[in-house]
């Protein structure tokens, strides 16, 4: 499906390049053999590169269907097909004596003058071949790295806090400093802006540049941020023994959820509260959902509509936030919303949280016999401070990204079990109290939107194709794409206010447009204001910003 969609909106791609391209003029090299002799010329032009080990170069003309057979299979990207024509480089770059990444760049035929970092998820581990590609195609210069270890997992952090520093921050560093060189000597000149996209680890990624890497980029996209995070890593952790101790009476039963999921959306997916009968929550944080609404004094009179004490009891575990030590404050509740529950209960109840897992034994104790399956709040605390790879990624003073003009662009799923949405007002709040600034000022150059309905970093029942990845384009239109609203911002001044989000039938492109909605920076939210007319919700313009 998705390389379907790209070669639809390939027109829509020479579009993108010529008219945001005021700054950045199109190189397009007269010749194929040309461009492939170039490509190949690059690794003896690349000998000089410090710490660095060029495995191969090659030209890869557009439709290549790239195949990876040494890539850890954890990380099921066994292939990936590019659309453009493009000098593909792969490399090692050693980052201390006992620790380095891999990292890869592709070089379109057709430059913009752009240069990108895409990012990584989870705790892998995994060049995401699939936003390579994605950017690649709209001609950017392109880099990905594995940050500094192979595969899903965190067993390359056990005895080398070196690999556990190239997760915090030093592969994606790295990975741009080396890949700008690698860019500006393939192409003779130097790019004209640079950019990053990336979501959830990416997420945080970026943050991290912004914080502390104030050059790295002119303009990041970072959605769903894994910030705060070994107070989030805690977090996750504290669901699997919610849901474990509270047994087969304690946890709501699968066939009850649909009656809580009912409940939810009566009591906050409505006209008081701002919102339409759309089936999912514009704002879950204007819901203070009252689960003991389904209690019934004898479960067996009618097991899939009412839950016991006990069952409401965890729900209300699982939908407030996380307090530590003393009563500290650790991390934000789960947001509410319909279908969050089964979700939660499938990623959290198996087992522990194996991100939570690997982390705690690998990267903070150091220790592979340490039970993660009970973890305190002393754990959480231990955790926050030990900060392993200066991951927390929370630090509110952004005054060196903005000096030099930098733009940060964030996004952040109403609906993602993975990081609550809940987490990133708060981020946004400490950066305002810690620059004494007002959204007025922080909207210069930092600006969060709400995605109603999203997932984790993409899909769920709301307008979520924002253009974040390939595989949720609807358009190249800046107004309908969160990446080529910052390449408009950066280089022509133009800040996004809203972000229109696509709904397809089905999630599928071909099947045609089933609504839209106008996404709203915080601190606004979005109110329905149309009528109740059949499918009135459907239509953007019944909504507004305030
Ligand atoms: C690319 O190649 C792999 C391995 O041969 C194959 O599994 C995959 O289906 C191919 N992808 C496309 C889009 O043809
Ligand atoms: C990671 O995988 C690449 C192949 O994708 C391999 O060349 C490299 O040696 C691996 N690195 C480590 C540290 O295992
Ligand atoms: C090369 O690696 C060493 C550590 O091994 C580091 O100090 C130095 O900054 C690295 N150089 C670059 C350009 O990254
Ligand atoms: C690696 O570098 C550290 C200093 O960063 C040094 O203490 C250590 O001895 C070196 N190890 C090896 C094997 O060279
Ligand atoms: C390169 O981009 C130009 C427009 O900027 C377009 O006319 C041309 O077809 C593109 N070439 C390739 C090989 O994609
Ligand atoms: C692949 O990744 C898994 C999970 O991180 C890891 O356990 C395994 O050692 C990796 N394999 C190789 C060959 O690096
Ligand atoms: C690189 O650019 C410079 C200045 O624009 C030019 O003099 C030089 O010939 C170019 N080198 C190559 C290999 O094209
Ligand atoms: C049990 O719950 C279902 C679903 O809410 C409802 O349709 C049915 O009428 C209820 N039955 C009784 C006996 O209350
Ligand atoms: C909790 O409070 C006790 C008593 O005031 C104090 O000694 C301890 O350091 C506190 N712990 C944390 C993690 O703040
Ligand atoms: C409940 O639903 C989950 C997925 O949401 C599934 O894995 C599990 O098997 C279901 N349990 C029962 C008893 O059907
Ligand atoms: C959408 O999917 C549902 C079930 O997944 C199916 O019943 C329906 O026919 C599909 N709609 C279209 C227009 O294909
Ligand atoms: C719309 O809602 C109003 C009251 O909220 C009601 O009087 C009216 O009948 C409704 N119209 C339709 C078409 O449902």
């Known amino acids: 499906m998705r390389i379907r969609q790209f070669a639809a909106t390939l027109a829509s791609c020479l579009w993108f390049s010529s008219s945001l391209s005021q700054a950045a003029t199109t190189t397009t090299t007269t010749t194929t053999t040309t461009f492939e002799q170039q490509c190949s010329q690059l690794s003896s032009q690349l000998l000089g590169l410090e710490n660095a080990t060029v495995w191969f170069t090659e030209y890869v003309a557009g439709g290549t269907n790239l195949t990876f057979p040494q890539n850890n299979v954890t990380c099921a990207r066994p292939s990936q097909v590019v659309d453009v024509d493009l000098c593909r480089v792969a490399l090692y770059v050693a980052t201390s004596n006992r620790s380095g990444i891999s990292m ?104 991290k540049s912004a914080q502390a890497f104030p050059d790295d980029f002119d303009g990041v996209v970072a959605g769903s941020p894994a910030i705060r995070f070994n107070a989030l890593t805690s977090w996750s952790g504290n669901f699997y023994p919610i849901i474990r101790d509270a047994g087969a009476q304690g946890f709501p039963a699968n066939t009850t959820w649909e009656a809580i999921d009912a409940a939810i959306l009566a009591q906050c997916d409505t006209a008081a509260l701002g919102d339409a009968p759309d ?20 479960l067996s009179s009618n097991v899939t509509s009412c839950i016991s004490g006990a069952q409401a009891n965890a729900i209300r575990a699982i939908f407030s936030p996380l307090y530590g030590v003393n009563g500290s404050f650790v991390y934000p509740e789960m947001q509410i919303g319909p279908t969050i529950l089964e979700t939660v209960f499938a990623i959290y109840s198996p087992a522990q949280f194996a991100y939570t897992v690997d982390w705690f034994k690998y990267a903070v104790y150091n220790d592979p016999s340490y039970d993660t399956d009970n973890l305190t709040p002393e754990d959480w605390a231990y955790a926050i401070s030990l900060n392993a790879g200066d991951t927390n990624t929370f630090d509110g003073d952004l005054s060196a990204f903005r000096g030099k003009g930098g733009k940060l662009l964030t996004y952040h799923g109403q609906a993602d079990p993975i990081i609550s949405s809940a ?45 974040n990845l390939g595989a949720a384009l609807a358009s190249l239109d800046p107004d309908q794409n969160v990446l080529t609203a910052m390449v408009r911002w950066v280089e022509q001044g133009t800040a996004p206010d809203t972000i229109l989000g696509t709904k397809f039938v089905n999630d599928t492109v071909s099947l045609g447009v089933d609504f839209r909605r106008a996404h709203c920076r915080y601190p606004f939210r979005n109110v329905y204001v149309g009528g109740n007319a059949t499918d009135a919700w459907k239509d953007p313009a019944n909504w507004e910003c305030q």
Not at 279 to 298: K, Q, S
Not at 425 to 450: E, G, I, K
């Open 423 to 467: 987490n990133s007002p708060t981020y946004y709040d400490h950066v305002s109290r810690t620059m004494n600034l007002p959204s007025a000022s922080l909207d210069d150059f930092y600006r969060f939107f709400r995605i109603s309905g999203m997932g984790h970093c993409g899909g769920g029942p709301g307008a979520t194709f924002i253009g």
């Open 279 to 298: 089936g999912f929550l514009e704002d879950p944080e204007l819901c203070h959902f009252r689960p003991e609404a389904l209690v019934c004094p004898t």
């Open 104 to 207: 890869e760049a592709w070089l379109p035929m057709n430059w913009t003058g752009r240069f990108l970092s895409t990012g990584n998820g989870g705790i892998s581990g995994c060049i995401q071949y699939e936003d390579m590609a994605y950017t690649v195609g709209l001609g950017f210069a392109t880099v990905g790295a594995n940050n500094g270890h192979n595969g899903t997992g965190g067993h390359a952090f056990l005895d080398n806090p070196d690999v556990v520093t190239d997760f915090g921050w030093r592969s994606i560093h790295t990975n741009v400093v080396v890949g700008k060189q690698i860019t500006n000597t393939f192409y003779n000149r130097t790019y004209t802006k640079s950019y990053y996209l990336g979501c959830s680890t990416g997420g945080r990624q970026g943050f």
